[in-house]
């Protein structure tokens, strides 16, 4: 009897010494590209990580959502028609879907969809992650249809299209500002007069407040933050920075800028009293927080030798330093507090050091003391990034690039993390990696 209650309590200690955690939205559970859960390898094995299963989707640069034990992912059906490396507006009639899996064989649960017709720049497919909130699953379509699904059965609960309901006009990259589900409310980027972001109820899709006013909505998400003990929303459009109050929408400061074609797309970043947001040609910031965090300072602006800025992904800062792929191509470090330029090298992006490749992509999550990136070759890379410089430990070829940009193959598509498994993405198939540390 006692050593059967031993063996019960060095099991119940066990199961406690590893902690899991959901990835619903974007970012993860607090959208701060955190993965929290331990338990996982520091090394991959020689012939890389297993995959568990494979389920064939079709266009997007959407990254799932992962929660419930269930996988949610969009995409977009057009009949082969979507064409690769195209950056001029193209027409293309097909559907948007949101695909439900089982988060364990990754079987299809059900399939929601819709009719769409794509009118914008690299129409491969949806670019918002899910956003996942308890009973009810939401998706922002690349051409403003925001639905409400229910996450047993995917039927809609109630619907938007921001380009009939608010006259939004469709961004030259589709709509790209992930969902943020903040108390009762759904916060989306929408445009259109007075309405560039918009709070509805996430339960009715009753309005509940719209705010600010600007020519190009820009593609970064909304972004909430906690300062001095409250909390603001950060958005960016393609004209200024912004805070508003979340639960009425007032302004309670901006700050001019405007990146070059309105590609505002990373999320700004707060790190103690500093926020910092960069984009195309040159532009971003530091932004300085008052006391109370009512008005908003600018430390320093970026130059052309100075500074990272970032296009499809959102830079880490951890103990005064930015670390991200600048849009040239090279993973930089930057000094936060001057926007000093510390180190860079092509290696997270392409695997070697070459040449600056446009609109160089890839992911950076924290997990643990080491940092897990996925690049736009399909790798997933443990990499140590510290001041000094970059260290990989481990590298391994997990999917295929299966779209273009500027003459290469890539895919640009974040990952998730949960579960002690990493869920990636491409153009024909979502897969299912697993990272657990069996030891």
Known sequence: MVRRLAVGLVCLFSSFSVYSDDWPQWMGSKRDGIWRETGIIDRFPEKGPKIIWHTPIEGGYAGPAVTQGKVFVPDFSANGAVKKDNFARAKFKGKER??????????????????????????????????????????????????????????????????????????????????????????????????LAVAFDKDTGKELWKSLDAEEQGYSP??????????????????????????????????????????????????GKYIFAAGNEDVGALLELNEAGTSAKVVWTSKRSTSLHPINMTPFIEDGYIYGVDRPGPFRCVELKTGNRVWESTVPVTGKEEDNK????????????????????????????????????????????SNAAFGRDVVWSHPAFANRRIYIRNDKEIICVDVANEQ
């Not at 039927?155 to 009939?164: C, Q």
């Not at 950060?234 to 990146?259: C, E, F, K, M």
């Not at 997990?367 to 590298?395: C, D, M, V, W």
Request: charge should be positive; hydrophobic fraction near 35%.
């Open 358 to 401: 446009g609109s160089g992509t890839t992911f950076v999550v924290k997990q643990g003391k080491q940092f897990f990136l996925f690049s736009e070759t399909g790798h997933l890379i443990i990499a140590n990034l510290t001041p000094k410089g970059y260290k990989e430990i481990s590298r391994a070829k997990v999917i295929e690039p």
């Open 98 to 195: 949101l695909h439900c899996l089982e988060e364990n064989t990754g079987k299809i649960l059900w399939t929601a969809e819709y009719p769409c017709e794509y009118t914008v720049s690299y129409p491969s497919g949806p670019r918002c992650t899910p956003t996942v909130s308890g009973d009810k699953v939401y998706l922002l379509g690349t051409q403003g249809d925001l639905h409400c699904f229910e996450v047993k059965t995917g039927n809609v609960v109630w619907a938007k299209n921001f380009v009939k309901d608010y006259g939004a006009k469709v961004p030259l990259w589709g709509f790209s500002g992930h969902p943020l589900v903040y108390g009762n409310k759904v916060i989306c980027i929408v445009g259109g007069k007075d309405s």
């Open 222 to 271: 909304p972004t909430l933050i906690e300062f001095a003990g409250k909390k603001q929303l950060i958005i960016w459009h393609g004209s200024s920075i912004n805070s508003l109050n979340p639960d009425s929408g007032t302004l309670i400061w901006t700050v001019p800028l405007a990146p070059k074609y309105a590609m505002a797309i990373m999320a700004p970043r707060l790190s």
